[in-house]
C-alpha cells in the first residue's frame, strides 16, 4: 500500500517505551521473547490476546508471552483489531484516526480502510485523531505483531468513557474469523508495593480467566473498559482464556516499592 505523509500517524514513543532503530527495535524484541514464557508446542492459536503497555524494559517479556502464541499464524492473520485506553486525550466511546497508516521504525501498517467504515455505522465509535497521535497503549504493541506477523491491516481504536455493551458490541462487530487478531492493551495495578500488587493482580487475574467483566475494576487495570467488553464477548461465545503470564515491574526491571501489574492471556 502507497500512503502519502500527510496520511500517515507517525511514531510518537520511540525511543522513550521502546527503541528508536530498527536494528534496535529488533534486539529488544529478541530479548522480550527470549524472557517470555514459552509457547507449548500442541498450543492452539488463539482468536484474542491481552497483553501489557509499558516500556519494553518493564513489560515486554509479559507481552511476548502472548505474541508467541500468535506465531504459528504469521500467514494466517492478515488483520488485527487493537483496542487500548486512551491515556492523554478524553474520548467518549471509542475512537478511531483518520490516517491510512500508522508507522513504527519496522515500516508502515496500513489501516483497514473497509472495517474502519463498518466499525463507524456504530454509535460509539467516531473518528478522534488527537486520542492516537501520543497514545502509547497502542503503539508499543505494532512492532510485537511486525515481528509475528507477515502482512496484516490495522484496525485501532482508543477506548475513553465507553461501556461494556458498547466495547462487546464493536468486538462482536469486526472480530471476523480466523484471519482476524483482537488484541487488548492493559497494564494491570499502579505504584503498590509489590506484595499488595501481586495480590490486586492475582484477583483481576481470576476474574480474568473466570471472564466476570463486573470484577475487573477501574483501578485495578488502566484498560479495564476494554478488557471488560472482551471478556462480555468471550462469555457470550463461550471462549476460553488462558492466563499465560503474571509479573510486576519488581519482577522485571524495577524497584518493589510502587510497582505497576503486567498480565498475558490467550482467548479462543
Known amino acids: 500500500m502507497t500512503v502519502g505523509p500527510s496520511t500517515v500517524r507517525p511514531p ?3 525511543g522513550t517505551f521502546y527503541p528508536s532503530t530498527a536494528a534496535d527495535v529488533r534486539r529488544s524484541l529478541r530479548e522480550a521473547f527470549a524472557d517470555a514464557v514459552e509457547r507449548p508446542v500442541d498450543a492452539p492459536v488463539p482468536q484474542a490476546i491481552v497483553v501489557p503497555h509499558a516500556g519494553y524494559v518493564y513489560s515486554g517479556a509479559i507481552a511476548a508471552s502472548s505474541y508467541a502464541r500468535i506465531a504459528p499464524a504469521r500467514e494466517t492473520i492478515h488483520r488485527v483489531v487493537l483496542l487500548g485506553p486512551s491515556h492523554r486525550v478524553p474520548v467518549r466511546g471509542l475512537a478511531l484516526p483518520s490516517v491510512d497508516a500508522f508507522e513504527t521504525p519496522l515500516g508502515l501498517i496500513p489501516i483497514d480502510g473497509a472495517a474502519r467504515s463498518h466499525a463507524l455505522g456504530l ?3 467516531h473518528v478522534d485523531d488527537g486520542a492516537h497521535a501520543l497514545e502509547h497503549s497502542l503503539e508499543v504493541q505494532l512492532p510485537f505483531l511486525q515481528s509475528v506477523l507477515s502482512e496484516f491491516t490495522l484496525l485501532p481504536m482508543s477506548v475513553g468513557d465507553a461501556t461494556t455493551e458498547e466495547v462487546a458490541a464493536v468486538l462482536d462487530a469486526c472480530w471476523g474469523g480466523p484471519e482476524t487478531l483482537v488484541v487488548i492493551s492493559t497494564d494491570l495495578s ?5 506484595d499488595e500488587a501481586t495480590r490486586l493482580d492475582a484477583r483481576t487475574a481470576a476474574a480474568i480467566v473466570t ?6 475494576r477501574d483501578v485495578d487495570a488502566c484498560g479495564a473498559r476494554p478488557l471488560r467488553g472482551l471478556l462480555r464477548r468471550a462469555s457470550e461465545h463461550g471462549l476460553d482464556i ?3 503470564d503474571l509479573r510486576n515491574s519488581g519482577d522485571t526491571a524495577g524497584d518493589h516499592h510502587r510497582v505497576v501489574g503486567y498480565g498475558a492471556f490467550a482467548v479462543g
Do not use: I, S, T
Open 211 to 216: 471472564q466476570r467483566p463486573e470484577a475487573v
Open 123 to 125: 454509535r460509539a465509535v
Open 190 to 194: 499502579h505504584y503498590h508495593p509489590y
Open 242 to 244: 488462558e492466563q499465560l
Open 12 to 14: 510518537a514513543v520511540a
